[in-house]
């Protein structure tokens, strides 16, 4: 056994071992401290071990336990995707850690968190290390009901109820639909490890049917529309540093089972496999961002602009597919490559994000925005790195989602040399929906940061708030950095990827950090180029400059003034700006399609005592179109069903009889 599969895997025993000790110690004062700890220095192990392959022009290794299927064994496998995969992962885990040991100490229930924490964890090692589909699918059921336990933490709120009886609902319909994907990799044979479905080769209908089960499969679980319904709902009802593992990592795990089994065991992939993984991307991007600006829970806000992300990464993997399929490698490197920068850049910034509603949650006891306000006064650290996040998320310069989206874009720019008129047209078409996803994402977290740090506090609880704890504020302030470092460097972060391309695509990108002044140019100096360090030097110059010439020449007359009220002079904070009339215009131009939104005025005669009224109703398409009549229908089967629990025996005896005859009928009729 190659001894780094042997100590990666040894992490995820290390973790489940930690899993059983917190099951055992979960009561006592001093289990937060223990299990978070363990779980620091486990996936920082990891971390160092999966980061140390990857740097080092990574090969394959392997490894077989003597587990799992009888005669077969559990197959395991390193190489360039699952080392970056758990860099992604144990990273996430480390920080995540560090943040818990703060924060879960404001924790209610731990018991109820402490040994699911570390399981959690250990399912999505497994996943990325797993090299058969029964190692693989077994890791991802147990990563999906260990995530399950953590949803339901809380699960005296009838909200967390709902919510983790669909996530379980959603979870279970993925996990079939892998089942079936790998069915079909499978083929006659029937074999169960990845390095025989590699050489299988499916038929073109065969590889769009895996391609629609994976989209279904790891779609449900990364949120792509429509089967997004469970995300909004379990994410926000996790504990908030579970909510920042779910949505910046355990998403990026599915998108890993989706690269997997698309890029490497399907084969040379058709065309119009690009066509569908590309629309479906934009879609989602747009519909998950509009969601998202609806929301006046902060959390649930996230949650939806995960899905937007998501849709991003999605786009670029469809036109990663479209490139590769019509021998344009290099065009498929830069598509490729952008998709996995942004799965890294979206681990840093959600998980950030999602550690600042923590913050805001565990020191004002909210999660809705209209009761916050203010809190930049109370909260300066935290409402700094929180900021960072938001310019982060909203793609601007010089920070990390700028460089990920940016080379997403420089992608699209290759599509006129695509051969196919079909996709001449649609990716443009994608390149507006993305475009507009990201002048969404900034008005959004323009909302967000705004309405619950600006303007003055809308409740006493804000009044109350100080600041979070230093655990909290190191990891905090430790991702903010990353998301800096990665926006400033991104050539580092491109070369380090080209391991990982080149193997699943047919080349890589080339070599960044040799070019003068850490610039990055994707395809030609002619054409495209970015230089993040030099953006990050003219922006930190030019407002030093402008701070000290204001400081040292304006007036040194202190002035002070109220507010301007908008003509009201004794404006109470209830008057502030809200959530929901942020989003007003936005519901306004694209609520009629997305939400079947309606507005109803109550508007009571002259002279009338009763106030105004402002009625307004929104609908999840995706939700009635999709769901609302499987559980309608789910429903009436069992209410009907329910009456064969009371029959006589004499009826029980006669359904037996009927059900033999027609079992007889069927095998006697089968050609």
Known sequence: MNSTVALLLCGPAALLATAVMAAGASRLAAATRLVYGATLAISAVLLATAASHLAGNPGEASATLPLGLPWTGARFRL???????????????????????????????PHRVLPFYPAFLAGMNLVVLAN????????????????????????????????????LVMASFGTMALLLAFGLLAGPAGTYAFDAMRTAHPDRFAAGAVLVLMLLGAGSKAGLVP????????????????????????????????????????????????????????????????????????????????????????????????????????????????????????????????????????????????????????????????????????????????????????????????PQWGLKVIVPAVGGMLALSAALAAACFVKAFGITFLGRARSAAVERAHEVDRWSLAAMVVLAAFCLLAGILPGLVIDSLSTVTLPLVGE??????????????????????????LVFAFITISASLAAFFIHRFASHALRRGIAWGCGFPDAVPAAQYTAVSFAQPIRRVFGGFAFRSRETVDMPAPGALEPARLKVEMHDVAWEIFYQPITGAIDFATERLNHLQFLTIRRYLTLVFLYLVILLLVLALWP
């Open 79 to 109: 190489d360039g995707l699952s080392a970056f995969f758990l860099v992604v992962v144990n990273l996430g885990g480390t920080i995540t850690s560090l943040y818990g040991l703060g924060y879960g100490r404001h924790e209610s229930q």
């Open 132 to 167: 058969d589909a029964f190692s693989f699918l077994l890791s991802w059921e147990f990563m999906s009901l260990a995530s399950w336990a953590l949803v339901m933490a809380h699960h005296r709120d009838e909200a967390n109820r709902r919510a983790g009886y669909i996530y």
């Open 227 to 418: 089967l997004h319904a469970w995300l909004p709902l379990a994410h926000p009802a996790a504990p908030s540093h579970v909510s920042a593992l779910m949505s910046g990592i355990m998403t990026k795990v599915a998108i890993y089972g989706f690269i997997r089994v698309v890029f490497d065991l399907l084969g040379e992939p058709a065309w119009w496999l690009g066509v569908a993984v590309l629309l479906i991307g934009g879609v989602t991007a747009v519909l998950g961002i509009l969601h998202a600006l609806m929301e006046k829970d902060l959390k649930r806000l996230l949650a939806y602009s995960t899905i937007e992300n998501i849709g991003v990464i999605f786009a670029s993997l469809g036109l990663a597919l479209a490139f590769k399929a019509n021998g344009m490698p290099s065009a498929a490197a830069l598509a490729f490559t952008a998709a996995l920068f942004h799965v890294l850049n979206h681990s840093f910034f959600k998980s950030l994000l999602f550690f600042g509603a923590g913050a805001v949650l565990s020191a004002t006891g909210e999660r809705d925005m209209e009761k916050l306000g203010g809190l930049i006064h109370r909260l300066p650290v935290t409402s700094f790195v929180f900021l960072i996040g938001c310019v982060s998320i909203s793609a601007l310069p010089p920070f990390n989602g700028f460089a990920s989206e940016w080379l997403v874009f420089q992608a699209i720019l290759r599509s006129p040399e695509l």
């Open 508 to 533: 890589r990108m080339p070599v960044q950090m040799a070019q003068p002044w850490l610039s990055i140019v994707p395809i030609a100096e002619s054409r495209s180029s970015y230089n993040g360090l």
